[in-house]
């Protein structure tokens, strides 16, 4: 057995309990129990995958998300703007961690159709937002300027990311794309039940996202991490 099977075979453990947990609406007990066991878990994962060399953006991007999430499971009403801060920050090295992938590709290949699908992701992106920010804004005026710059950073994330799946089609930019879409619905879904309304469904998808984006963000830096050395050693070489 590989010695990163334990820990990934404990966050997936981890994860389902945590959200058969919120889907049955079982004592908070249960969520108090296993969520905070989730990120340790992918964390250790990733060391031990990353041959104990994890990167230090890498590892401050899941610190940041961490806090978030503890903060989420003590009191995310009255502690709102930190765990906005928080996430916000994760999202901005995220983007900056992107846009280096994106100035490393040489020769991209451009074509009528990429450039179509871009600015039709941003067309449905910015409508995302417009309604977002129309729930947030009815139900409530005090946060709305710092969830509208959340809103957009995380949109400038999302075609940042797209634009790096579409002009290197590889495995880490396919993690990154599945990450930035787990992130955009579980936010969505956030919004929808906490300035909507609270039906169970919107939570449980909320849930769902949040945890597997996780798995899917520390693939795309162990990939991110593989290309990043074998770019180094083909330079090394010439």
Known sequence: MNKSTPALLLYFAASLMYVFSIAFQWDDTFALLFKPMIFPAIYFYYW???K?????????????????DMI????SKNLLIPLILLNLFAYSILTFSVTGDLLKIKNPEISNLKILTVFT???????????????????????????MVYGVVLMLLSVAILMYYILKNNTASFFVLMTIICFIISDLFHILYNYYDHFQVFIN???????ISFYFLVKYFLHQNHYTSQLSYDEDDE
């Open 48 to 50: 031990q995958e990353s």
């Open 52 to 68: 104990s060399k994890p990167q230090l953006m890498s590892s401050l991007i899941l610190l940041l998300f961490f806090v978030g």
């Open 72 to 75: 989420i499971l003590v009191d």
């Open 121 to 147: 992701v941003i067309a449905i992106l910015v409508s995302l937002l417009y309604i977002a920010m129309s729930l947030v804004f009815n139900a409530s005026g005090s946060n709305f300027g710092l969830l």
């Open 205 to 211: 998808i909320n849930v769902c996202c949040q945890v």
